[in-house]
């Protein structure tokens, strides 16, 4: 049963699966269009967070269609904005401009979907060393000591991944980490498109299902911000949101009176954000889509899942340009960090 | 709208979208299980081939769950049959054993999903410059001329595909080609399991949508032996076919008199090969999926395409697991072509 | 025996080879220094091409040490020299604006020192099919069309790589072609520090002694722009030329009558271009090099290949950094291509 | 100065530089030949270590050219001697069959020539987890856990590698770690033909001229296995050889009394072994190659280096063959690690 709750990485998604619990006015939260990304800040306090499982903290989530559109141009503002928020939050969690940084890549390296963090470590500039053995070589005005790492999986590794950042960090002593990882996300909408950063800690490899130890300030005693995208989506969730699809495209071109043959308008030609009011009501629901039309989010994954997954067919999918995505990806996150680390770099 | 038309790369869904025209039993078919592998020969005349819009030609089909399973005994004897398979259309089509076969690998080697082609060259065992250069060195019982290429992909070389190929194939005059393909499925099923072996040829990029020159017996003048396999699946594709598995299961629980709560059955724990038997009658199925639930597949992927599509959502997908499903596929196509092709090779 | 004789890929290691035969002033060269580059240019006429063994034509050499010492400022500045230079070779060879391009990325694309002519393909801007399927997506004005092929190599495809290039030019009637290839070097100076490009044509694995094919004017009946980079030197090359050195650095020493500890003078510390001047007279050489330090180039290296070869040891090597010097080489080559052939790109 | 001493991280090559220092007569020493593979085992006590700048331990070293002969069946054989060889090391130490062990592969995965440690760990057969987390999955009587890590290079961490290294240890808690590393050689000859194995322990890193933190039993704790393969040599290396080579080559002749032209005889055209007995005496060295022919190889390393080292010209190279090469090592070594540590692996 706990297999197929609605299990999310990005709290956006956690919020609308608990609509019904917690109202988006009861929370401090801040939406702000910039540069055509789509940016929202909230913050979870402890009492919200145990409602919908997730740690408190604050949670921001750069929403952008740059990686799937190729848009280069578009690329070069969001590495700008990640640089932006990362400063937020190590502002927030009193973090200097002097301090030392460790920039943790999760993820395995030879699963292109799963590599975002390996490839972020390739790419950021990494300086403790050269403070420690080459001090000249190095101005502490524009930059500050950062080191990097990429622990592995426990696929690969046989261990933990959070016992061998905790203990690297025990000796090392930074004095806040950044995460980077890939996520899974519950909605196709949110692949590749959606950056979250939050200073909540996370969880290595919670996003597939594993209960691993946490990485947090609570369990690490210095800041932890963590750089999450979602590069995987699941064939149920594919299915349950392209029936809620459906049934709100429906919905909303009833509304707007198109003419419809048989179940089929004209078709919406442009992009629509649908939103709970192009829900139907119930007899045209039941109509449309049975009784399955009217079941919950839950319930309807439930059963999809109860059909997919004894056929072997509940897999994990990435879209077809998974490795320009990941180069675009990993790029601009390992820039965003190196801008918001180092004052003076280009 | 011809956009959307039922396209598939593989014949035994071409059968199955047109069951209301062709019967199976009109065909030359047979089924055999062998070493685990369900394999599946087809020959389908002009006249068949014109209804369903597939050339004329005998299409072999072979099942297998390894792939995905990794396998790797299995994974052995697939590589086996690829070559039975290899040899037993070559010899339909009067090859002889001392015959020069040139391999072609088509597809994007910097697009791991599309890459199945060109990761085949680089392990096909070449043979035609040492026959030319330095005879002595190969003995002509055991081994026969053989050469490769990896055309590359329009969108890389600006050239239609079949025209570098027909254009070296000219010069070079091979007396039989072998092509390989990553392809698109039309059903999560058949993604990584569905290896197609046939003689009727192919059009290169056809898969996802591109009508670009044929390579076939007509065009060339000489026997084109063709293996695909789907690497790939678009969300419209996942969410019908669901749809259809869903209203089946529940179809299949119904018949066998499973308490059911709400919607859902206790589940049917072990994989069933669900069949046309399980949909239930009408009313249920309107009860279950109202009006939707009655359309044609046709009709439903019509639906689901004109509400993904204007929201981007429409993408191509492909297991997350995709770099070694790639390694694997590749090694037992080319390990197949190679026990084909040169009698002693290990 | 000619298998050790001095076979070069770059016109300037010829000249230098036959200095005896040809001198410079007999030439039309050029040399002139443009942003930290040297710019050599050579007209070889059919006389003298046959007394080097060269095909006639102009051959530009930019030589530069900004791969060797990652400076990225200075790459960019290369790769707008070899789009002038590219330039200047087409319209010496009448090639007009809209004339048609192919672009021919010879080597082996698993082979890092020899791939970077698949490189550069995978980054060239390649607009043939553009121009003729969607003819309302390019500006005829600021671009032309241009394709694209990485042939491979014969070890692989078992054919002749000429063969495959000729085949398809015929297919596609281009204009003109550009063909990329990684060389090897006779200096281990001139490992990723010499870029040649010329009009001379070339021989697609000349380079590593194998006689094929020539893909030139003469053969192809279209001007051939040739971009050839060292990438590798063998053993015997590295030795003897750094016995040369050794003698010349001596020399040097002498000449400029530093006080030398036993054969070793205080060392030059800084970079010293050594000429044929530094070479002390011949009584000094024997003293210190004995009758090695007097043969000529040519007969040292018949005696080091006849010593390293039967021991396995005449390897061609590659600097460990190759990785990163394919990059940014195959990056400055392709970037020199599109700058030269389209007007209007960035 | 001491930048050019005679530095290498291969036992054997440290006692040949020593020549004179400690004779083999004096070391626990035996030498077999082993299905083609020269196996040689040198102990080195404290004193010896001291005099020849190593640590203490047991050095076995096997020799073979299949890596560059492509000899996959002499491969085969390799991996089980590693196998054997690991055991008596572990045995020596007192570790049982079912102590825990950790993998360690040293290197950079993006540097090929430097990538076999990673390259190993990724091919590794990792247990602990399962022993874990899964003990129902594993056979407690043919395997043992076993983890792995590949903590990267300081270059892209900023942390010396030994740190992370130890920290990990600390909290994992091995009984026995085993550290892959690629190497440097002073010989060309024994560019990825010699394995070394010891117990003695290393300094990541020092073979390219970097001072780090030992991992060792004395600072660890616990018993230190290290395989090491030269993948790289440098140019002074390169022609300091050569030089050598050919003046035995030439004694070797001499004596042999084969007619000579000039200087170079008809050739060896077999491989030959030269000792120190092939060294012509000092008349005729001196008048083959002067004053450069008498010195010792520390003085001619430090001549070269003093002309190439301003030039840039003294690199680290790797046969052009790299990427094949890595693969074959990096297979053969994990095969033999797996091999070593769980007795019922295939």
Avoid: W
């Amino acid at each position: 049963m706990d297999k197929i709750k609605v299990r999310t990485d990005l709290i956006i998604e956690s919020l609308e699966a608990s609509g019904d619990t917690i109202h988006m006015n009861e929370l401090q939260h801040t939406e702000e269009l910039v540069h055509g990304m789509k940016i929202n800040q909230v913050i979870i306090n402890d009492e919200h967070g145990r409602e919908i499982g997730k740690r408190a903290g604050t949670y921001v989530t750069i929403d952008t269609s740059a990686v799937n559109d190729h848009d280069h141009e578009q690329l070069l503002k969001i590495q700008k904005q990640i640089a932006i928020e990362i400063d937020k939050l190590l502002t927030k969690n009193q973090i200097t401009e002097d301090s030392v940084g460790m920039i943790v890549g999760l993820g395995n390296d030879n699963v292109t979907p799963d590599s975002l963090g390996p490839n972020v470590i390739e790419q950021v500039f990494v300086t403790k060393h050269l403070f420690e053995l080459h001090p000249e070589s190095i101005d502490p005005k524009g930059f500050r000591p950062v080191c990097a790492m990429a622990p592995g999986v426990m696929g690969m590794t046989g261990i933990e991944t959070a016992e061998i950042i905790d203990s690297v960090i025990d000796r090392i002593k930074p004095d806040f980490v950044i995460v980077v990882d890939a996520l899974a996300a519950k909605s196709i909408k949110r692949v590749n498109t959606t950056i979250q950063l939050s200073d909540a800690g996370i969880n290595p490899g919670s996003g597939v299902g594993n209960k691993r130890k946490e990485l947090s300030k609570a369990t690490l005693d210095i800041p932890v911000v963590t750089i999450g995208i979602p590069t995987v989506v699941d064939a149920v969730t594919i299915t349950s949101e392209t029936i809620d699809m459906i049934i709100k495209h429906i919905g909303h071109s009833l509304k707007n009176n198109r003419p419809s043959n048989r179940l089929v308008t004209s078709a919406t030609p442009n992009k629509v954000d649908f939103s709970e009011q192009d829900v139907p009501d119930e007899n045209v629901v039941r109509d449309l889509f049975g009784n399955i039309g009217l079941m919950s989010v839950e319930e309807k994954e439930r059963l999809i899942f109860e059909v997919l997954t004894p056929q072997g067919l509940n897999m994990m999918v990435t879209p077809k340009e998974v490795d320009t995505n990941i180069v675009d990806l990993s790029h601009i996150v390992a820039r965003g960090i190196n801008l918001a680390l180092h004052k003076n770099i280009n």
